[in-house]
């Protein structure tokens, strides 16, 4: 809380800030940053897995374990942030913990109720971002 002065200099009084002011920080997340961030990370991440399969490798169980792990973590924020603008969606006190139980039921739930008949296509293109390296491993098999 900030104090700030009455224009006589008088009076002491509390200086409240708006609650759409908070999240304008410098460390301050955006549902279009977390989003690029889960693009990025697909588009890297599988082009790793399609050079390494063309080379004659395959990736370690480990590192499938961790990308699925951060994939799964940075949608979970992007759900998070993303319904946060939104009024229609109830967002009860412990709604952060539900999510990271309960995300795989709820991110077709919330596709369908945010963005509708597009909350499909959505949803399928989310699948085929998680398995972006497979389908690149695929292109490297039958360009050879």
């Given at each position: 809380?900030?104090?700030?002065?009455?224009?006589?200099?008088?009076?002491?009084?509390?200086?409240?800030?708006?609650?759409?002011?908070?999240?304008?920080?410098?460390?301050?997340?955006?549902?279009?940053l977390?989003?690029a961030?889960?693009?990025?990370?697909s588009?890297?991440?599988?082009?790793?897995?399609?050079?390494?399969?063309g080379?004659?490798?395959?990736?370690?169980?480990?590192?499938?374990?961790?990308?699925?792990?951060?994939?799964?973590?940075?949608?979970?924020?992007?759900?998070?942030?993303d319904c946060?603008g939104r009024?229609?969606?109830?967002?009860?006190?412990?709604?952060d913990?539900?999510?990271?139980?309960?995300?795989?039921?709820?991110?077709?739930?919330?596709?369908?109720?945010?963005?509708?008949?597009r909350?499909?296509l959505?949803?399928?293109?989310?699948?085929?971002?998680?398995?972006?390296?497979?389908?690149?491993?695929?292109?490297?098999?039958?360009?050879?």
């Amino acid at each position: 809380m900030l104090l700030t002065r009455d224009p006589g200099g008088l009076n002491i009084r509390p200086h409240r800030r708006d609650d759409r002011q908070l999240g304008r920080g410098f460390m301050a997340l955006s549902s279009r940053l977390v989003l690029a961030a889960l693009v990025g990370l697909s588009i890297v991440v599988g082009c790793y897995q399609a050079v390494l399969f063309g080379l004659g490798y395959s990736v370690g169980a480990p590192f499938q374990a961790i990308y699925s792990l951060v994939f799964v973590l940075l949608l979970i924020v992007w759900i998070d942030l993303d319904c946060r603008g939104r009024e229609d969606i109830y967002r009860p006190f412990e709604f952060d913990f539900l999510i990271f139980v309960f995300w795989l039921p709820y991110l077709p739930y919330y596709l369908l109720r945010t963005r509708r008949a597009r909350g499909l296509l959505w949803l399928l293109g989310l699948f085929l971002l998680f398995h972006v390296g497979y389908f690149l491993q695929w292109l490297v098999y039958f360009a050879r």
